[in-house]
């Protein structure tokens, strides 16, 4: 049975604010939610696709849905303390100041 929600280990979400005011949020929800999350300590970020059949991450997935409205636009992250390298990357990459 696969059930579609929240990631095991903590729930992301990331608004990025157009400077239009339009907003997009992105998660970090799963296809395929597990009880616990399947990653080890210090292991990557793979398993979240592989297993939990994951998306994206709230910053990706924010990115994806504000296309262009991000250039120039402001990202808020709850949830989590940082975005990680890839997500920094998406984010810069697509304008997000």
Do not use: W
Not at 36 to 56: F, H, N
């Amino acid at each position: 049975m696969r059930i579609v929600g929240p990631c095991a280990k903590t729930t992301v979400t990331c608004e990025i604010v157009a400077t239009d005011g339009q907003r997009f949020v992105g998660t970090n929800y799963c296809n395929n939610a597990q009880a616990v999350c399947p990653r080890a300590v210090g292991e990557g970020y793979e398993k979240c696709t592989s297993v939990c059949d994951q998306v994206g991450h709230a910053e990706a997935v924010a990115v994806e849905l504000a296309g262009d409205s991000a250039k120039g636009a402001t990202a808020y992250l709850s949830g989590h303390t940082y975005a990680c390298q890839p997500c920094q990357e998406a984010l810069f990459g697509a304008g997000v100041a």
